[in-house]
């Protein structure tokens, strides 16, 4: 084997906000090389961004770089109902700009990143370092050698697939997305849509920081074979269906689309020196695939525990960064993946039902679920209401039945 062409002590292969985020909370003089296979940082855009204005404030992204939805309706087949979020409310993050903002945080940092370039595979060494091969945006390869590995690729698994450490999921969510100009739409408007639509996945429309409109498709793949493009198409040609929805369509769109994992969460995220992070570690919600701000707080963690690793030689920092991360999401994971594959094979009258309930259960539901969490006293609580809302609407029908007032 020959010489190097680089070496550093750590390689982070992607820059969404995950690696962003790991490289942000590494110290300054730790040298990092960031692998990212687009042009730029945020482009094309591959998430909807949605989040909650509480954790935003709390990571400090600048105002600005959100746009929040104060009116938030959800519709069925024959449903429809207002969301009772109380005071959690949702955003919609700018976020090409989150992600460049994120990017800043290391600009000064012992850091370089590789745009347009493709991480190809890595190669475990004799001294317990990796080799990795990397192609630039020129054509040309490159060969660097780190002590560490971020595999923050996404769905692709690239670095762990690689090294024959996990193999691709199997299940995904996929999504399209189109971005009209906002027009006569309400800007803080959100709404989802459910049923017929968009079998084995919701629909989804918003105003945005930028002042435009999306509206958008996700399912999941292979509980249904139904393209969400194909799917979104339909939506936006049905005039009566937009009308219903309150929405007015105009211009030409951009067009996004996304992948991410849709599998139950796997707790292992440190393999000797290569630990993954983001969309690789399954840290999108179960619920609705929303994790941008899950990615960038525990890509912090794991930048300070790995920035520990590399100056002391010590792994017990890398198990720490995987011991929170299993204490902040398995057990909620667990719960979030089971409501996941169930609703997943609702039907449009499933959907009706679940849309007039959802009105009547009071917000710390409402968001505990749309959040995926689920701590013991919030899911006795959703559990009561549930059936305290199904109980009430049984006897209501009884009443009816037998000419009761």
């Not at 003089?29 to 949605?50: A, M, Y």
């Not at 999504?175 to 639509?197: A, H, M, Q």
């Not at 958008?216 to 799917?231: A, M, R, Y």
């Not at 690793?309 to 792994?315: D, E, I, L, N, Q």
Request: proline content about 5%.
């Amino acid at each position: 084997m020959g010489e190097a062409d680089q070496t550093c002590e750590v390689l982070i292969v992607g820059a969404g906000p995950a690696g962003l985020s790991v490289a942000s909370a590494l110290p300054d003089d730790v040298r990092t090389v960031i692998v990212h296979q687009d042009k730029e940082i945020g482009l094309p855009v591959r998430t909807s961004g949605g989040s909650w204005l509480s954790d935003i404030k709390r990571i400090g992204i600048p105002n600005g770089m959100f746009n929040r939805l104060t009116k938030n309706e959800i519709f069925a087949d024959d449903a429809h109902g207002y969301l009772p979020l109380d005071q959690a409310a949702p955003v919609v993050l700018d976020t090409p700009e989150v992600y460049r903002w994120l990017a800043r945080q290391s600009d000064k940092k012992d850091r370089e990143l590789l745009l347009a370039s493709k991480f190809i595979t890595t190669r475990a060494l004799a001294d317990g370092r990796y080799e990795s091969d990397i192609r630039l945006r020129d054509g040309a390869e490159r060969r660097i050698v780190s002590r560490y590995i971020v595999d923050a690729s996404g769905w692709h698994f690239a670095v762990l697939t690689a090294l024959g450490l996990a193999n691709k999921p199997e299940r995904l969510g996929i999504g399209t997305e189109y971005e009209y100009p906002i027009g006569e739409n309400d800007p803080n408007r959100g709404v989802i849509f459910l049923g017929s639509k968009v079998p084995s996945g919701y629909g989804w429309s918003f105003g945005t920081a930028r002042g435009t409109l999306r509206i958008g498709v996700g399912v999941i793949q292979p509980d249904t074979d139904e393209s969400p493009k194909e799917l979104l198409d339909t939506v936006v040609r049905d005039t009566a269906f937009l009308d219903r929805l309150g929405l007015k369509l105009a211009g030409d769109p951009i067009v996004h689309s996304g992948i991410l994992p849709s599998v139950p969460y796997d707790d292992r995220l440190v393999f000797g020196n290569v630990i993954r992070v983001g969309d690789s570690a399954g840290f999108a919600t179960p619920a609705l695939g929303e994790g941008i701000r899950i990615c960038i707080d525990l890509g912090k963690v794991l930048g300070a525990q790995l920035g520990e690793a590399v100056k002391t030689g010590r792994h017990a920092p890398l198990m720490a960064y995987e011991r929170q991360c299993r204490r902040r999401l398995k057990r909620d994971y667990k719960w979030g993946f089971q409501m996941n594959t169930r609703i997943a094979r609702y039907g449009p009258k499933d959907w009706d039902a679940a849309v007039r309930r959802i009105g009547k259960l009071g917000p710390d539901a409402v968001v505990a679920t749309f959040r995926g969490e689920f701590p013991l006293h919030k899911i006795v609580k959703i559990t009561w209401q549930v059936w305290r809302t199904l109980l009430r609407s049984r006897l209501r029908r009884l009443g009816a039945k037998l000419g009761l007032s």
